[in-house]
């Protein structure tokens, strides 16, 4: 099971940093992503990182300004958000695999809530 938090309201330019919990004893088995879904629009790739931590993938639109991370021994994986703008306005969504990461919605099998996050011009 998977719980997101760490979502608000910032202005643009601020930062934010997003969190998800997972339970359970075997974290390390499973690659981590984060997903987003703004109001009309499908879910999107933000952001992925392998079971180690030792690697990561960006979508385009946020490469440079977010950060995936993640600690095992906390059973957590976090997104650190700097720089927003509004057109990152969504609702996030954190994931869970076995085995290698990937990039695609569809690739996941375990997902979180959700957490808002709004930015504002």
């Known amino acids: 099971q998977l719980q997101a938090s760490g979502g608000g309201s910032v202005q643009a330019g601020g930062s934010l940093r997003l969190s998800c919990a997972a339970s359970?004893?075997?974290?390390?088995?499973?690659?981590m992503g984060w997903f987003r879904q703004a109001p009309g629009k499908e879910r999107e790739f933000v952001a992925a990182?392998?079971?180690?931590?030792?690697?990561?993938s960006y979508s385009d639109s946020v490469k440079g300004r977010f950060t995936i991370s993640r600690d095992n021994a906390k059973n957590t994986v976090y997104l650190h958000m700097n720089s927003l703008k509004p057109e990152d306005t969504a609702v996030y969504y954190c994931?869970?695999?076995?085995?290698?990461?990937?990039?695609?919605?569809?690739?996941?099998?375990?997902w979180g809530q959700g957490t808002q996050v709004t930015v504002s011009s």
């Open positions: 990182i392998s079971r180690s931590g030792d690697s990561t």
């Open positions: 359970g004893r075997t974290f390390s088995i499973y690659a």
């Open positions: 994931a869970a695999k076995i085995g290698f990461y990937g990039t695609s919605v569809t690739d996941f099998g375990s």
